[in-house]
């Protein structure tokens, strides 16, 4: 019995002993490479705009901004805070998205502010055809549309006359 307690108490003396110099060995190592790898970026770790990683009050619109600047999420399936949704005036220009603006004709068709007509891919990818129904929603001639995918505000405002191409004027 003597002999199995000595042999245990000697087996676990050579476990702390032998993890006790391991760790001294591999720590200065172990530290050395991690203080490299946060002097220089991963080659292929995407950069990110300082002006939203040093803000103070970071908003959920800011971090999809990133993503969607960065690529990040390329590829991932689209969720509903991903599409084009309808806001209020008062939201229009909140956050630090671009803003756009487009004439919507009464024939309905979707133009930019140059005249030139937008296909319906890109009318439904940008501002979502379904919500151009809601036009008088908020304010009677005006809809605003945000769509966070993009980054992007848009004002729309109505025209009571049918689109012209700016070919044809």
Same mark, same amino acid.
């Given at each position: 019995m003597k002999t199995i307690l000595s042999n245990v108490a000697i087996f676990a003396a050579g476990v702390v002993a032998g993890g006790?110099?391991?760790?001294?060995?591999?720590?200065?190592?172990?530290e050395e490479a991690i203080e490299k790898n946060m002097e220089k970026p991963a080659e292929n770790e995407p950069e990110v705009d300082a002006e939203v990683t040093t803000s103070e009050q970071i908003t959920f619109d800011d971090y999809t901004q990133v993503l969607n600047?960065?690529?990040?999420?390329? @590829?991932?399936? &689209?969720? =509903?805070?991903?599409?084009?949704?309808?806001?209020?005036p008062e939201e229009f220009g909140e956050t630090e998205n671009d803003e756009v603006e487009f004439t919507l004709f009464a024939d309905g068709?979707?133009?930019d502010e140059c005249g030139n007509a937008i296909d319906d891919e890109d009318v439904e990818a940008w501002v979502?055809?379904?919500?151009?129904?809601?036009? @008088?929603?908020? &304010?009677? =001639?005006v809809l605003y549309i945000r769509n966070n995918k993009q980054g992007?505000?848009?004002?729309?405002?109505?025209?009571?006359?049918?689109?012209?191409?700016p070919e044809t004027e």
């Open positions: 006790f110099v391991m760790w001294c060995y591999i720590k200065p190592k172990l600047k960065t690529g990040y999420n390329a @590829g991932m399936p &689209e969720t =509903d805070d991903q599409k084009p949704y309808v806001i209020t068709i979707l133009a979502g055809r379904a919500n151009l129904e809601r036009m @008088g929603e908020h &304010e009677k =001639d992007t505000d848009y004002i729309i405002c109505k025209d009571l006359s049918n689109y012209m191409s």
